[in-house]
């Protein structure tokens, strides 16, 4: 029988035991490389500065509200070569964001995809989804950013093929010109004028913030509809028909606010040496989407593709017994229990595309790294500023896709009870 002396005193503190006691030890080594950190982070900080003293350069950001003197080809918002270098950082970070959402969209839907057909019994299905994703991922990004780069400038027409009576190009469904210059394609349209507010940096359309506050209010009532209804039926066991109420509140008030402001679709146009009207998609930013998305699509196949087969076949076989055909089995069964083990390793593909996004120098799309990184550093030599606020702009982002995609994580993870 094992006892023990409550009543015995405590050994007193000695300094000896913040090594020899193990109840000391772990936060004597934490507290020793903290320090060693802090030193090092301090000596680097001085060592800097002196460098920048002897050079006679001194550490300052005022550069940012210079006159950058260069022009950017891909504008989401209003910008000209007088305006400041802090306005050219913008329009580049809003390229990178644009590049970005575009090539994880594209990069989900071609992952699902391809690894969804890559378990098909079809053997030619099968076998041609397992070529696109080993030659695509096995091949740099860069490669293929730079083979799509040379498909649009050199294997598409310039614009003046499509003029004539007899032009040798043609527009896709009348609306849509692939030229060697970009894709021009039709651009939403206001007839009302509203007018803009001014936030000093970017000017928004009242008009457009009119039609996204009633999407965004029509989809809370839809979902104040849907939540109704499954409360009926928890409570009574008969769920009300809530279809047609949802198509009204969904569509109906959108559709009467566009037509109220006159909505319509400027077509592109040929007119002297180029297309005018409609939007623009040039050439860098289309390589740039089609190799992220189809070289990120193939890791994304693979990801999908294993959560797939961690989910146990008896799930399959319950499905098909109670009369469900393959597609709906694996859209309302796997998939959905699949997403548990999809969403981790998906959030990293989606850092790596949002960081790829700096391969766009390539090609010359101006994204942060070419404006901020690139033109700005070599106009106004603050190498080691430019550096810090890119490296700050990537880090925010990613930490931003990281906190939104982990609530969406933890909202469709297997909750215990």
Same mark, same amino acid.
Request: glycine share 8%; proline share 4%.
């Given at each position: 029988?094992?006892?023990? &002396?409550?009543?015995?005193?405590?050994?007193?503190?000695?300094? $000896? /035991?913040?090594?020899? &006691?193990?109840?000391?030890?772990?936060?004597?080594?934490?507290?020793?490389?903290?320090?060693?950190? /802090?030193?090092?982070?301090?000596?680097?900080?001085?060592?800097?500065?002196?460098?920048? *003293?002897? +050079?006679?350069?001194?550490?300052?950001?005022?550069?940012?509200?210079?006159?950058?003197?260069?022009?950017?080809?891909? $504008?989401?918002?209003?910008? !000209?070569?007088?305006? !400041?270098?802090?306005?050219? #950082?913008?329009?580049?970070?809003?390229?990178?964001?644009?590049?970005? #959402?575009? !090539?994880?969209?594209?990069?989900?839907?071609?992952? @699902?995809?391809?690894?969804?057909?890559?378990?098909?019994?079809?053997?030619?299905?099968? $076998?041609?989804?397992?070529?696109?994703?080993?030659?695509?991922?096995?091949?740099?990004?860069?490669?293929?950013?730079?083979?799509?780069? *040379?498909?649009?400038? %050199?294997?598409?027409?310039?614009?003046?093929?499509?003029?004539?009576?007899?032009?040798?190009?043609?527009?896709?469904?009348?609306?849509?010109?692939?030229?060697?210059?970009?894709?021009?394609?039709?651009?939403? *349209?206001?007839?009302?004028?509203?007018?803009?507010?001014?936030?000093?940096?970017?000017?928004?359309?009242?008009?457009?913030?009119?039609?996204?506050?009633?999407?965004?209010?029509?989809?809370?009532?839809?979902?104040?509809?849907?939540?109704?209804?499954?409360?009926?039926?928890?409570?009574?066991?008969?769920?009300?028909?809530?279809?047609?109420?949802?198509?009204?509140?969904?569509?109906?008030?959108?559709? @009467?606010?566009?037509?109220?402001?006159?909505?319509?679709?400027?077509?592109?146009?040929?007119?002297?040496?180029?297309?005018?009207?409609?939007?623009?998609?040039?050439?860098?930013?289309?390589?740039?989407?089609?190799?992220?998305?189809?070289?990120?699509?193939?890791?994304?196949?693979?990801?999908?593709?294993?959560?797939?087969? *961690?989910?146990?076949?008896?799930?399959?076989?319950?499905?098909?017994?109670?009369?469900?055909?393959?597609?709906?089995?694996? $859209?309302?069964?796997?998939?959905?229990?699949?997403?548990?083990?999809? +969403?981790?390793?998906?959030?990293?593909?989606?850092?790596?595309?949002?960081?790829?996004?700096?391969?766009?120098?390539?090609?010359?799309?101006?994204?942060?790294?070419?404006?901020?990184?690139?033109?700005?550093?070599?106009?106004?030599?603050?190498?080691?500023?430019? /550096?810090?606020?890119?490296?700050?702009?990537?880090?925010?982002?990613?930490?931003?896709?990281?906190?939104?995609?982990?609530?969406?994580?933890?909202?469709?993870?297997?909750? %215990?009870?």
């Amino acid at each position: 029988m094992v006892t023990t &002396d409550l009543g015995a005193p405590s050994e007193p503190f000695r300094l $000896r /035991m913040l090594l020899d &006691d193990v109840r000391y030890r772990s936060y004597t080594i934490q507290i020793f490389a903290l320090m060693c950190l /802090m030193l090092g982070v301090a000596w680097l900080v001085d060592n800097t500065a002196h460098n920048l *003293a002897a +050079m006679g350069k001194d550490y300052s950001f005022s550069f940012l509200w210079a006159p950058a003197g260069y022009d950017i080809n891909q $504008r989401p918002i209003e910008y !000209s070569s007088q305006m !400041s270098h802090a306005r050219a #950082a913008l329009v580049g970070f809003l390229n990178t964001v644009i590049l970005a #959402a575009m !090539s994880c969209v594209t990069a989900t839907v071609i992952g @699902i995809f391809a690894g969804v057909l890559r378990l098909s019994n079809n053997w030619i299905v099968a $076998r041609l989804m397992t070529i696109y994703v080993e030659l695509f991922r096995n091949i740099p990004a860069l490669l293929w950013i730079l083979v799509f780069g *040379a498909i649009m400038t %050199e294997a598409v027409p310039a614009p003046n093929a499509f003029r004539g009576d007899h032009p040798s190009a043609s527009m896709i469904f009348g609306a849509i010109a692939v030229t060697n210059r970009g894709v021009y394609a039709p651009s939403p *349209a206001l007839a009302a004028d509203l007018g803009v507010i001014d936030l000093g940096f970017v000017q928004l359309s009242v008009g457009l913030l009119a039609v996204i506050a009633v999407v965004v209010l029509c989809l809370f009532l839809n979902r104040a509809l849907v939540n109704r209804a499954q409360r009926v039926q928890s409570e009574t066991g008969i769920r009300p028909k809530t279809w047609w109420r949802s198509i009204v509140v969904l569509f109906l008030p959108p559709l @009467i606010l566009l037509w109220t402001l006159g909505f319509h679709w400027e077509y592109p146009a040929l007119r002297g040496l180029n297309f005018q009207g409609g939007v623009q998609l040039r050439n860098a930013l289309i390589a740039m989407w089609l190799g992220l998305s189809i070289y990120t699509g193939a890791f994304i196949a693979e990801i999908v593709r294993a959560g797939i087969l *961690a989910i146990s076949k008896g799930q399959s076989e319950a499905a098909h017994a109670l009369g469900l055909r393959p597609g709906r089995t694996m $859209r309302l069964v796997i998939l959905p229990q699949a997403l548990r083990v999809i +969403m981790p390793p998906l959030i990293s593909m989606y850092l790596d595309i949002t960081k790829n996004t700096s391969l766009g120098l390539a090609v010359g799309y101006m994204d942060l790294r070419s404006t901020l990184g690139g033109i700005t550093i070599n106009q106004t030599g603050r190498e080691l500023e430019g /550096m810090t606020l890119m490296m700050l702009v990537y880090l925010l982002a990613s930490l931003s896709i990281s906190g939104v995609m982990n609530v969406f994580n933890n909202s469709v993870k297997l909750k %215990e009870r």
